[in-house]
């Protein structure tokens, strides 16, 4: 059974730092894609970041372009997002999910990210 869960999550002040960590088990990670994704209260969900199997394809939103960057350590099977510069903004739950079986990401739209995890809070506030 495949099962994503998300840590690193907290409280911090704008201009901050948080280190998020995405643990897949039931699967063997090198071979799959992983994206990031947050819902903010009373707002639709949105792709934050996606790193394919290779490393070879990484994408962001907009808005976190140069603040965050996302990488993976398949001998732990996790996927990081570093989130550097926090905004108030930023403040969301933060899900990883897996677009099982794919190698590289699709579309942050796609139905193919099926696996999800329970995700973990994001508040940056001073």
């Known amino acids: 059974q495949v099962q994503l869960v998300e840590s690193g999550g907290g409280l911090v002040q704008p201009g901050g730092s948080l280190r998020l960590s995405c643990v897949v088990s039931g699967l063997k990670l090198d071979y799959y894609a992983i994206g990031w994704f947050r819902q903010a209260l009373g707002k639709e969900r949105e792709g934050v970041s996606c790193?394919?199997?290779?490393?070879?394809?990484?994408g962001y939103l907009d808005s976190v372009k140069g603040r965050f960057t996302i990488s993976r350590d398949n001998a732990k099977s996790t996927v990081y997002l570093q989130m550097n510069s926090l905004k108030a903004e930023d403040t969301a739950v933060y899900y990883c999910?897996?677009?099982?079986?794919?190698?590289?990401?699709?579309?942050?739209?796609?139905?193919?990210?099926?696996?999800w995890g329970q995700g973990t809070q994001v508040t940056v506030s001073s």
């Open positions: 790193i394919s199997y290779d490393y070879g394809t990484t």
């Open positions: 999910a897996a677009p099982l079986p794919l190698e590289r990401c699709p579309p942050f739209s796609s139905p193919d990210f099926s696996k």
